[in-house]
């Protein structure tokens, strides 16, 4: 069953490089990106585990733990990210899920068999901390993802939990926002009390709230 935008994130016990984990324990408070990798030892996965291990303090920040899966056994995750280390300077520092009976693959749905029907794809998955998915994203197994993306969604998705407002095309934390069509004009006065720029009645800016 494929997991859409404000389910609740299934729950699940399983062996990671950082010994057993219960997701909801291991989340606490936290929200997470769970992602998933089509195979141990392979080129991109091993270039986009060095970027998300890279941007772990990034994740920290924002109160985001990252976890990622691969469907295979533990023994090749922990050879695995040994060349990780060695090759993109900077060792594994979140659990990497050992899924090897597929038990995550399958409740996430992360295994597409028209594109191929052992091999994760590449999903991703934002999860609050009241643990409903919040973002999802697919690549295919040769498209690395990327994860100054995942991080800039995480900073709209915090941003428009806390306040009534939208992020534009391309936006970046610090960039003016967009008011939604649901807060009347009176009701961004109140919030606004300096004004916005508005470019049409439906299209409202104002200096990004958490600035
Ligand atoms: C990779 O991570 O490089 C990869 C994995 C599976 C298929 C193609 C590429």
């Given at each position: 069953m494929s997991i859409r935008l404000g389910d609740t994130a299934p729950n699940f016990r399983v062996q990671t490089t950082e010994g057993e984990i219960d997701f909801y324990e291991w989340m606490g408070e936290d929200w997470a990106v769970l992602f998933s990798h089509?195979?141990?030892?392979t080129p991109v996965c091993t270039t986009e585990l060095g970027a998300a291990a890279r941007l772990k303090p990034e994740f920290a920040k924002r109160g985001v733990k990252v976890i990622g899966l691969s469907v295979d056994p533990l023994e090749d995750h922990q050879g695995w990210s040994r060349d990780i280390e060695e090759t993109?300077?900077?060792?594994?520092?979140f659990p990497l899920i050992a899924d090897s009976d597929r038990t995550v693959a399958d409740l996430y749905d992360m295994v597409h068999p028209n594109a191929d029907d052992t091999l994760t794809v590449r999903s991703v998955f934002v999860i609050d901390s009241q643990k409903k998915v919040r973002l999802t994203l697919t690549y295919p197994a040769s498209t690395g993802r990327n994860f100054d993306e995942i991080l800039r969604t995480v900073d709209s998705l915090k941003l428009t939990s806390e306040h009534q407002v939208a992020t534009p095309v391309n936006w970046k934390h610090g960039d003016d926002v967009i008011i939604v069509p649901a807060v009347s004009n009176d009701q961004a006065k109140q919030k606004y009390p300096e004004g916005w720029r508005e470019e049409k009645p439906y299209l409202r800016y104002v200096p990004d709230p958490s600035k």
């Open positions: 089509p195979k141990d030892y993109q300077g900077v060792g594994l520092n």
